[in-house]
């Protein structure tokens, strides 16, 4: 089971989602936190670097035993334990479990789980600031992904058989990662007075677009090899996206002159920022999908 963190524009972030995949079971969904079983592992890892609205995914289990968890796995770290611990859900709720009329708390929580660790010989960190939950720079900083120590906990209202709330818990398997957003955002020409669209959000409506539901019948969105028009060109954000998800072929008009010669600045810096790596690609894989992008500009 697998939990998705979602992007502040929840409903967006869970339409991207059930777009990617539609057969897993949905469990639970909530304006931070969707839930979902009967998909692979394997397939999220592949897909998750071209999902835009979601900032981390957490393999879940309903294992409660918090102390005991990370207790046993840190005993079998050879090195100075470092570790994050988030919390996500209603932790006032009557039905939550481990308190007694009271609320859930991170510090308690954390320092409960230091002195367990201490108890058994092991010295350990824990990385969060003032109690509170972790940001995704400091999960990217700390590597608590690669260290696979950034732990979470999910209060749902479902309720088990005994009337009390169900709770997920553990581990970060993938995060978002902002740093290559903030490049591919900032490493175009931009007009600030007119706006732009987030590479994120371009994402999403490229995954949104090309669901089982409404199939495109060059393929497109996520899974790549298809082809993308957008006739409202502008800083080419959306055919970036679309490249960045190996669709080959990519189509821009505009009504203005000007936003298809600016285009064409955008286009040149993603090829110059991105042609070497490219041409390893294409060597090192050359029976796969490599990205033979047509680009063809229509001017209205
Ligand atoms: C917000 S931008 C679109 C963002 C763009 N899709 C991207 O990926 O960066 C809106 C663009 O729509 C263009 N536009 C507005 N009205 C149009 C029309 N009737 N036909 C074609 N383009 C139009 C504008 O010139 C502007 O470049």
């Known amino acids: 089971m697998f939990a998705f963190q979602l992007w502040r524009e929840f409903k967006l972030s869970l339409a991207e989602i059930y777009a990617l995949f539609p057969s897993a079971e949905r469990v639970f969904e909530s304006e931070q936190i969707c839930i979902l079983n009967k998909i692979s592992k394997q397939d999220i890892l592949d897909t998750a670097h071209k999902i835009g609205g979601t900032i981390k995914i957490i393999e879940v289990v309903s294992e409660t035993d918090i102390q005991k968890c990370i207790v046993s796995q840190a005993i079998e770290s050879e090195w100075k334990f470092h570790y994050g611990f988030s919390i996500f859900g209603n932790t006032k709720s009557p039905q939550t479990p481990f308190v007694k009329g009271g609320e859930w708390n991170l510090k308690k929580e954390l320092l409960h789980i230091k002195k367990s660790l201490k108890k058994e010989n092991i010295s350990s960190r824990f990385v969060n600031k003032d109690f509170k939950n972790l940001s995704s720079a400091q999960i990217i900083w700390e590597k608590l992904v690669e260290k696979k120590t950034d732990f979470n906990i999910i209060f749902t209202p479902l309720l088990d058989k005994e009337g009390l709330g169900v709770v997920y818990l ?5 995060i978002q990662d902002i740093e290559s957003y903030s490049q591919r955002d900032w490493s175009k ?57 190996w669709n080959k072929r990519i189509y821009g008009s505009d009504l203005s002159d000007a936003m298809v010669s600016t285009s064409r600045e955008n286009i040149q810096t993603f090829i110059l920022l991105h042609l070497f790596a490219l041409y390893l690609y294409r060597h090192l894989f050359p029976c796969s999908k490599a990205m033979l992008c047509h680009f063809t500009m229509f001017k209205q």
């Open 170 to 174: 553990w581990k970060t398997i993938w």
């Open 189 to 245: 020409w931009r007009d600030m007075q007119v706006g732009m669209l987030p590479p994120k959000l371009s994402q999403m409506m490229i995954n949104i677009a090309s669901t089982n539901k409404f199939p495109s019948p060059s393929g497109g969105g996520v899974r790549g090899g298809g082809s993308i028009y957008d006739p409202f060109i502008w800083l080419w954000t959306v055919l970036i996206e679309s490249l960045h998800m």
